[in-house]
C-alpha cells in the first residue's frame, strides 16, 4: 500500500493559485481513492498506480492552460493493508495520550 503525499502548483498564474489546486481536489475526489488535504499539498493512499494515476489526472488538467507547474512527490510504500491514513495519526495520539490537530 502506497501513502503518496504530492504538491502541484501553476507557476506562470500569479499568486493566488486556489482556483488550478481546486480543479485537483475535484479529480480526486471524484477518484474514490482515500485522501487528506493539508495546507501544503495532498496525500493519497492506495496502490502504487492508482496514486499515481490520480497525479497525472491532475498534470493532464493542469497542463491544458499552465504554461508551467510545479509538482512535489513523495511515496511511503509499505506491504499491508489499507487504512494507514488514520492508523499513522492515531498511533501517534496513543503515544501522546490525546488528540492531535489534523
Do not use: H, Q
Request: hydrophobic content about 30%; glycine content about 8%; charged content about 35%.
Amino acid at each position: 500500500m502506497v501513502l503518496l503525499e504530492f504538491s502541484m502548483s501553476p507557476m506562470d498564474k500569479g499568486e493566488s493559485v486556489s482556483k488550478y489546486v481546486s480543479r485537483s481536489l475535484d479529480i480526486i475526489d471524484k477518484s474514490g481513492v482515500p485522501y487528506r488535504l493539508n495546507p501544503m499539498g495532498t496525500v493519497l493512499e492506495g496502490e502504487w498506480d492508482e496514486v499515481f494515476g490520480v497525479v497525472k489526472k491532475c498534470y493532464e488538467r493542469m497542463r491544458k492552460d499552465c504554461r508551467r507547474i510545479t509538482i512535489g512527490i513523495r511515496v511511503d510504500y509499505r506491504k499491508g493493508p489499507k487504512g494507514r491514513l488514520e492508523s499513522k495519526i492515531a498511533s501517534v495520539e496513543r503515544t501522546l495520550k490525546r488528540k492531535v490537530r489534523t
